[in-house]
């Protein structure tokens, strides 16, 4: 049995800073696959950042503001979100068992419940 557990969301002002984490279980599960996404109301669920190919991957919208990293040692996979802004507002979902073809990245059958961050202007 898979599991994907997020926390760390939560209320920030714009400008503010929050860590995201995503800790994983079951043994079948291929860690390095994990990925975030996010989905504001309204809109689709969009990738925001993977490590899937070994180097980091992020979404125009947040290069140089996000930061993905994982300790494989606690299987846990972490979004360091600095700079947020009201766009950024969304519910964040840590996905597993995605991957990549020249086609770009898919995601995977493996979804957390999510965790809600919420930006203030």
């Known amino acids: 049995q898979v599991q994907l557990v997020e926390s760390g969301g939560g209320l920030v002002q714009a400008g503010g800073s929050l860590r995201l984490s995503c800790a994983a279980s079951g043994s079948t599960f291929n860690f390095n696959t994990i990925g975030w996404y996010r989905q504001a109301p309204g809109k689709q669920r969009g990738l925001v950042a993977t490590l899937i190919t070994g180097d980091p991957w992020y979404a125009d919208s947040v290069k140089g503001r996000f930061t993905i990293s994982r300790d494989n040692a606690v299987k846990t996979v972490y979004l360091q979100m600095h700079g947020l802004k009201p766009e950024d507002t969304a519910v964040y979902y840590c996905?597993?068992?995605?991957?990549?073809?020249?086609?770009?990245?898919?995601?995977?059958?493996?979804w957390g419940q999510g965790t809600q961050v919420t930006v203030s202007s």
């Open positions: 996905n597993g068992g995605g991957g990549y073809t020249k086609s770009g990245y898919f995601s995977g059958r493996y």
